[in-house]
């Protein structure tokens, strides 16, 4: 098993492009999250997913939209990137809905200029 | 004021010490806590996971919770250099949604000498 992969591993942007972040898990599992983790801030849910074809927004949600058409993926979107959305992001997938592991992915740098 | 504190760092001990990391949170309805490790450019692995308060021990590693008090502990015994990392903690209530979302402190970061 691969557990949970991000695609890519580091991009860099300029203000106003669009790119799309991967997430994918092998581990059947029905809830996905994407966090973004900045010094000082700790990790912020921006999206997540109880299971396929279902989105709901996190903590820090603007600027970003989110996709889950197969189980097994989980599409995090930046329409139009803007410097602050500089980041490290992590996607993470857990079973099901009670108190279980959440596992994560090695995350993407993403530098906008 | 954060749902979640917890003191950066870094934290730099020599190999062998105790090592105590903590965190301290403000909502009452938390009942979950964790640890999690994150090695540098990695991302975050469950270290130790609890319910409600009290100790749990595994190996080395010993995460204490005091509702009373909110604040919750992690101790790591004859620490070693493959200690080196961020620890974040973690904790969540079970609220109506059911979907458990995970607040996370800032992560403080260990430094183990040989």
């Known amino acids: 098993n691969a557990g949970v992969t991000q695609t890519p591993k580091f991009r860099v942007l300029k203000t106003g492009q669009s790119m799309t972040l991967l997430c994918a898990q092998d581990?059947?599992?029905?809830?996905m999250y994407w966090y973004r983790q900045d010094p000082g801030m700790g990790l912020r849910l921006i999206h997540y997913?109880?299971?396929?074809?279902?989105?709901a927004k996190g903590e820090v949600p603007d600027g970003y939209n989110v996709s889950r058409l197969k189980k097994q993926n989980f599409l995090l979107g930046l329409e139009s990137a803007a410097p602050s959305q500089t980041s490290v992001y992590f996607c993470?997938?857990?079973?099901?809905?009670?108190?279980?592991?959440?596992?994560f992915g090695p995350g993407t740098r993403l530098l906008v200029l | 004021q954060k749902e979640v504190e917890q003191d950066p760092g870094p934290l730099s001990v020599p190999e062998g010490a105790i090592v105590s990391l903590n965190c301290t949170y403000s909502?009452?309805?938390?009942?979950?806590f964790m640890w999690y490790r994150q090695y540098s450019r990695k991302g975050p692995e469950l270290l130790m996971y609890?319910?409600?308060?009290g100790n749990k021990e595994d190996g080395r590693f010993t995460a204490q919770v005091d509702k009373s008090s909110k604040y919750i502990s992690l101790f790591i015994r004859d620490s070693q250099p493959s200690d080196s990392a961020t620890y974040l903690c973690?904790?969540?209530?079970?609220?109506?949604?059911?979907?458990?979302?995970?607040?996370f402190g800032t992560g403080t970061l260990l430094a183990v000498q040989p």
């Open positions: 997913s109880v299971g396929e074809g279902t989105t």
């Open positions: 909502n009452s309805a938390f009942q979950y």
């Open positions: 993470a997938s857990k079973r099901g809905d009670s108190q279980e592991t959440q596992y």
């Open positions: 609890t319910y409600s308060s």
């Open positions: 581990m059947n599992h029905e809830y």
């Open positions: 973690a904790m969540s209530a079970m609220d109506g949604g059911a979907t458990n979302k995970l607040i």
